[in-house]
């Protein structure tokens, strides 16, 4: 596996650096983040950026296999754990005290790490996926907890909710937007979070077009990017 492959390669590198003070942390915050998902943990703090700058590589050309490693990081999670979206502890509290006791349903949840986590916190929520990526980048799921398997549409007209949390929903095709239309037939009062990267990674341009977005301070202030996608958490209505 990619992952096991990265995680000793990555011990070896904080031995190596362990005096580096650029280097030692991005390469601790990978590894420890790799050990904790084996275990079906979450990192406990946002991960810093991984990569490293011209300059810092240049002024040490050791920087550079290491710069290649923590690149494929974010495909190591895709392809062995099934995760597109990283949460972490501190945010998942965040997003615990945001919900506040309410009906969360969660859609296109892929292996439900985030719901899993929130179950853990005595959140009420319904997971869903239609599992449409599986045989991709990963080719079986294995979610962390229980999922119901059927579309974001059928959930959405299948179970009463106050929340709707979507994240990294696909660029290929528009299935963001029938959800957000059903939301708004249906005259939802409640919050529809949602986690991507506007009018780039995630999502199809017609929604980011037609979506009234507000950048949660309260979702975002441990939520950051670790590499080039830079994905925040909006309230869409």
Known sequence: MLSQMMI????????????HTIAYPKILAALSTLQALKKKQLPLMPLPSLAFSESQILK??????????????????????????????????DLHHFIAGRRVLEIMCGNAIMTYALRAMG?????????????Q?????KPWTQVTQMSGLTAIN??????????WA??????????????????FTGDFIVIGEKNQATNSKKFWQIADLT???????????????????????
């Open 170 to 187: 696909t660029d290929t095709d528009t299935s963001d937007v029938t959800i957000l239309s059903a939301l708004r037939d249906k005259q």
């Open 137 to 141: 980048d990963i080719q079986t799921p």
């Open 60 to 93: 040490d050309l050791r920087l550079m296999p290491v710069d290649d490693l923590l690149s494929e990081f974010r495909q190591t999670l895709i392809t062995d754990f099934g995760i597109w979206h990283l949460p972490n502890q501190r945010w998942i509290i």
């Open 215 to 237: 950048i949660s301070k309260t979702l975002n202030q441990h939520h950051q990017q670790f590499d080039f996608i830079h994905d925040q958490v909006f309230i869409v209505k």
């Open 123 to 135: 959140d009420n929520i319904i997971a869903t996926d239609n599992f449409a990526w599986q045989g």
């Open 8 to 19: 000793s390669e990555l011990t070896g590198y904080a031995t190596k650096f362990q005096n």
């Open 158 to 167: 299948s179970f009463p909710f106050d929340v709707v949390i979507m994240s």
